[in-house]
């Protein structure tokens, strides 16, 4: 049968009109806007630092027994997994022992469109690793210097100089120092500047810059032993120290011993100089203290799961806070302090 040309066009159209009319019918549109499921089970949520698991675990049987209708349940994998988990929508409650980083931050922010609400609720240790411990400052037992501002510290680790000092400090002389240290450099040791304590350091101390004293800094990473034991990062800057009169380490007081002595910081001229110690750490006096976070997803304009803000009080009230002397490392908060966090989420 002969199909004439005009015909053939017209069923050609006619085919590609019901074609593009089956796609139609096929194309679901612009795909929605992830939206985390909501959690209207009665159980907080908490993913974050293991090694907040036995604080966790008394808070949860605390909160239940104040609160029967509700209860708490922990996965606490480490704190790369808490904020995925909290605007994945399977956390409620993310639990941070380091300072939070930008995957964390804008990660958040990416997602849901709005940032993160962060609740100070405790203290990090005073030497206990992995458990947050106060960040110290050393020098040589034979250095005769006893302290430092954290603008002088700031001028001697890094470039930028955020905190004002008038120039940077390279030598023991520019510290006032004389006879054989005057014109000796200061050799410098750290952790590796990616990792929890030396972002906390940056944060606090240099403000934020990355920008270090490169020529005489030397960053050790925690290291693997063969029978599986762990060299730790501070302790490799502790030895170095020991070997080196001439050096200044940031370190803990866990590995420290009387080859190494501490210095008192003052977190502003002019201030008051504070030892790491328990006391001054709980009171936040002595300022490279670290902070223990905690991470709660809420929309702007609308109050907070009602159960996760309950949690929170009741981690920010005395009980709560006592919870800390119980677990014997971490520690609480100031009551000043805790009452500026309690007010956040009301």
């Known amino acids: 049968m002969k199909i004439s040309a005009r015909a053939f066009a017209f069923t050609f159209v006619a085919l590609a009109f ?10 679901p549109g612009p795909l929605p806007p992830f939206q985390p499921p909501a959690n209207r089970m009665p159980v907080v949520r908490l993913w974050g630092d293991r090694f907040l698991s036995a604080l966790a675990l008394r808070w949860a049987e605390e909160f239940h027994a104040a609160h029967a209708e509700w209860s ?29 980083i930008a995957t964390d931050i804008d990660g958040f922010a990416h997602v849901l469109k709005y940032p993160h609400l962060a609740i100070e ?9 992995g458990q947050s411990p106060a960040l110290v400052v050393f020098v040589h037992r034979d250095n005769p210097l006893a302290h430092l501002t954290l603008a002088q510290l700031d001028a001697i680790f890094g470039a930028e100089r955020r905190r ?10 520019d510290l006032g120092l004389g006879g054989e240290w005057r014109d000796q450099p200061i050799n410098l040791y750290a952790d590796d500047t990616h990792t929890g304590p030396s972002q906390f350091f940056q944060r606090v101390v240099m403000r934020d810059s990355r920008k270090f004293n490169w020529e005489r800094i030397t960053e050790f990473k925690n290291l693997r032993r063969p029978d599986g034991t762990t060299d ?11 070997a080196d009169r001439f050096g200044l380490a940031v370190a803990n007081l866990h590995d420290a011993d009387s080859g190494v002595k501490p210095l008192a910081l003052a977190a502003s001229d002019g201030g008051l100089f504070f030892t790491p110690t328990r006391e001054n750490c709980i009171a936040r006096t002595y300022p490279l203290a670290r902070p223990i ?8 304009g609308l109050p907070l799961d009602p159960k996760v803000r309950e949690f929170l009080r009741y981690v920010l009230s005395p009980a709560g806070q006592r919870d800390y002397a119980r677990e014997g ?3 609480p908060l100031p009551e ?5 966090q309690w007010r956040k989420i009301e």
Request: net charge neutral; charged share 15%; proline share 6%.
């Open 164 to 173: 004002g000092a008038p120039a940077a400090i390279r030598t023991w002389g």
């Open 232 to 242: 730790r990062a501070a302790a490799q800057s502790l030895a170095a120290l020991r």
């Open 18 to 27: 019901v074609a593009a009319a089956a796609l139609r019918a096929q194309d």
């Open 72 to 100: 708490a349940e922990s996965n606490l994998l480490g704190d790369g997994t808490a904020m995925p988990a909290l605007y994945t929508g399977f956390a409620d409650v993310a639990l941070f022992g380091r300072d939070l």
């Open 121 to 129: 609720i405790g203290t990090g240790s005073l030497d206990k690793p």
């Open 329 to 331: 490392h971490f520690l």
């Open 293 to 300: 976070l905690a991470c709660v997803n809420r929309p702007p």
């Open 336 to 340: 000043a302090l805790a009452l500026e």
